[in-house]
Structures are given as C-alpha cells and as structure tokens.
C-alpha cells in the first residue's frame, strides 16, 4: 500500500512539475498582446542564429535596456521594459533553451 502511494504522489508531482521557463516567463507574457512566439520570430530576425540569439536575450533579461529591446517603439512605449530577471544563471540558460526549443524553426522546416 505505501508502495502504491509513493507511485502516485511520485507520478502527481511530476505532472505538475513546471520548467523554469513555464513557471517564469509564460505567466507574465500572457497579459502582453504579442504572443513569446512573435517576439522569438523578432530575436530571431534581429540577432540570427542559435549563439546570437541566446546570448543577447540572456545579457538583455539580466540588463534589459530599449536599445537591445527587439519590440516596436509603440510596445515599449505602452508596455516599457522588463525589469532585470531574478534567475540565476542556471535558471537563466534553462529557460532560454527551453523557449529556443519550443519555438525554434530550423527543425520544423520542410
């Protein structure tokens, strides 16, 4: 019997577990009218490549400034810019590369 409910608390915990990127940046993304998809679509267009864009979206989220921003000047004039993230680097680097795969285009491709 304990046996049994080791299993399923187990089994629970992991349909709840969230990633950084889930339980950090979705929840605060989803009030903004451009979707994290577009914004990719914009770092992507912006900065090109794999290296370029996690790199600069990683100096950007420590130091976020209206130069390195990638949205409309009307954006950041409703909106302004995010303020400095409170994730380690650890944190940080899992959830870039869990928005890079998510949204990544290269493998998609036909």
Request: proline share 4%.
């Amino acid at each position: 019997m304990i046996k049994k409910t080791l299993i399923v608390l187990l089994l629970l915990s992991q349909l709840q577990a969230k990633d950084i990127y889930e339980k950090n940046c979705i929840p605060c993304h989803k009030e903004l009218p451009t979707s994290l998809q577009q914004m990719f679509m914009s770092y992507l267009a912006a900065y090109s490549g794999e290296t370029n864009v996690k790199t600069i979206m990683k100096y950007y989220l420590k130091h976020p400034t209206d130069s390195l921003s990638v949205m409309s000047d009307l954006f950041k004039s409703s909106y302004g810019i995010k303020h400095p993230t409170k994730l380690n680097n650890k944190e940080l680097d899992e959830a870039i590369n869990s928005y890079w795969e998510k949204f990544k285009v290269f493998d998609k491709l036909k």
